[in-house]
């Protein structure tokens, strides 16, 4: 067990118990700027300051003296904006196929399915901030930064990598020449570990108190923000001047195997085609290890039921059938770019004790960060694109998450309206558990399994079908209302009463 003195080291699909911002006595924030901690400020006591002050006084009577303690507020706002991450999830993908319209983006644009991920990642930056607010060892803190993304990675795999079938079909295996590397734990844990451990080996080079003004908190932590902006580089570069040549993939039927080339030749191409990013996975991991349902399937160039999936147009060029990776290698280093965000935001929770003070960066920031994500995409300089993790998409989805976390801030943190909330919370604080059952279909499938003369014959089948459709004369509304009610009300009373038992799945 962990000590709970010793914050955890938490990841964006991490749970537990809520982060903690201290405040003085009469429970009000308070903008007192305290005493070096290791990595920022605390507010500090009046009290035990005076109490440590009286140095004459004789050792026996100061041991007397009860030790005061500093009442404490957790921030429900970050398991309820990760709860929310995960209903999300849940939803758009078991609903995403009955409604095209909040399913990911064949290729450029934003639905809200797109916002999933950076969302995620979002929290990954905030919580990092949180929980290494305090190093009292980093070599201790560094080896639990690279446990937490082994286990990441290991679950990310066996998850996504196709070792795992379900929830549809009850078998598992992988044959190793066709298993996929990348996925969304995986993107996860590059992110998280990237960030984390530029966060901790700068434990000792930032200020401790922060100069006046606006900007003070970007220089103070500029370190955090120079990772940021090489992986912006390192992105940027790759993406426009990499020479992306022609390249060619095999399509296995069941008595022959057909082989397509696509035509590139070609650099600094965003199209869907003859991207960096591609070419990127396809060297790195082999074209056989990327992920072979791409949503670009759905685009008009390849089919006629776009934005809905559907066969392929017979004069549909060869790359609507070929693998693309979603969460590969160079739009990850993009994607760190998201968690840098975030562990500013984070930041500004630990220094600014004043709501007002703390809104203000969050809302303006978040402001700059779609106007510029508009301009590039309207301009066409850098379109929004989920697939590509395009600089333009970092800034929108980015400044989406501050608008949604500071508007949660708001009502849950300001005004206490904690109640309504209450079901994201207990996702948020089980997120790994039911990422795990409920958004990757464990649970369902363990239901599958009890079938009755053959596999379609399940529970999880007859309730959406006879329940829902059958109902609702529509297989479409059926669909989700199942996911509303049997899916995210189903988990959020299973977190609400684990939490209620102090039952938490941690990585």
């Excluded at 201290?22 to 400020?41: F, M, Y």
């Excluded at 919580?127 to 937490?148: E, F, H, T």
């Excluded at 059938?321 to 760190?336: D, M, N």
């Excluded at 089948?461 to 329940?467: D, M, R, V």
Aim: charged fraction near 20%; glycine fraction near 8%.
């Amino acid at each position: 067990m962990e000590n709970p003195i010793e914050k955890r080291l938490e990841e964006g699909l991490g749970t537990g118990t809520q982060p903690i911002v201290e405040e003085d006595n009469n429970n009000k924030s308070t903008s007192r700027q305290g005493k070096k901690d290791g990595i920022g400020i605390h507010p500090s006591n009046e009290n035990e300051e005076k109490s440590v002050a009286k140095t004459d006084q004789p050792e026996k009577l100061k041991e007397e003296q009860p030790l005061i303690k500093q009442k404490t507020k957790r921030v429900a706002t970050l398991d309820a904006f990760r709860g929310l991450t995960i209903v999300l999830m849940i939803l758009v993908d078991d609903a995403g196929g009955a409604y095209s319209r909040i399913d990911h983006s064949p290729w450029n644009g934003c639905t809200l399915a797109d916002f999933v991920m950076p969302f995620f990642l979002f929290i990954v930056g905030v919580a990092i901030a949180l929980a290494l607010k305090k190093i009292p060892k980093v070599k201790s803190a560094i080896r639990k930064i690279i446990s937490r993304t082994l286990k990441l990675l290991f679950w990310g795999i066996i998850l996504q990598g196709g070792y795992s079938h379900a929830p549809d079909n009850l078998s598992y295996g992988v044959d190793m020449k066709q298993i996929r590397w990348c996925g969304i734990l995986q993107r996860i844990a590059l992110v998280y570990f990237v960030v984390a451990i530029i966060e901790t080996l700068t434990t000792k080079l930032r200020p401790t108190i922060l100069k006046p003004g606006y900007f003070s908190i970007f220089t103070a932590y500029k370190w955090q923000w120079f990772g940021g902006f090489v992986a912006f580089v390192i992105y940027m570069v790759t993406a426009f001047s990499l020479y992306v040549p022609d390249w060619s993939f095999v399509l296995h039927h069941e008595h022959r195997a057909e082989k397509y080339t696509v035509k590139c030749g070609m650099r600094g191409h965003f199209g869907p085609a003859c991207n960096a990013v591609g070419y990127v996975d396809r060297q790195v991991w082999g074209i056989n290890h990327l992920y072979t349902q791409p949503v670009w399937s759905r685009l008009k160039a390849c089919t006629f039921s776009s934005p809905d999936s559907g066969p392929l147009r017979k004069d549909a060029p060869s790359w609507c059938r070929g693998p693309f990776e979603p969460e590969g290698l160079l739009s990850s280093i993009s994607a760190i770019l998201s968690g840098t965000i975030g562990i500013h935001y984070g930041h500004v929770l630990i220094h600014f004790k004043e709501h007002a003070e703390r809104l203000k960066h969050w809302v303006s920031m978040a402001l700059v960060l779609l106007t510029v994500a508009v301009i590039l995409h309207f301009t066409d300089a850098i379109p929004i694109n989920k697939q590509l993790y395009s600089y333009s998409y970092v800034c929108f989805t980015a400044g989406a998450a501050g608008i949604v976390f500071s508007g949660f801030y708001i009502l849950i943190d300001v005004w206490g309206l904690r109640t309504p909330f209450l079901f994201l919370e207990w996702i948020g604080m089980n997120a790994m558990l039911v990422f795990v059952m409920a958004a990757q279909g464990i649970f369902a499938a363990f239901i599958n399994g009890w079938y009755y003369k053959n596999r379609d014959s399940n529970l999880v089948n007859w309730i959406q079908q006879h329940i829902f459709n059958d109902v609702w004369k529509s297989e479409k509304v059926g669909t989700l209302l199942y996911v509303i009610f049997a899916e995210i009300t189903f988990w959020s009373v299973v977190a609400g009463i684990l939490h209620k038992l102090g039952i938490y799945w941690k990585l």
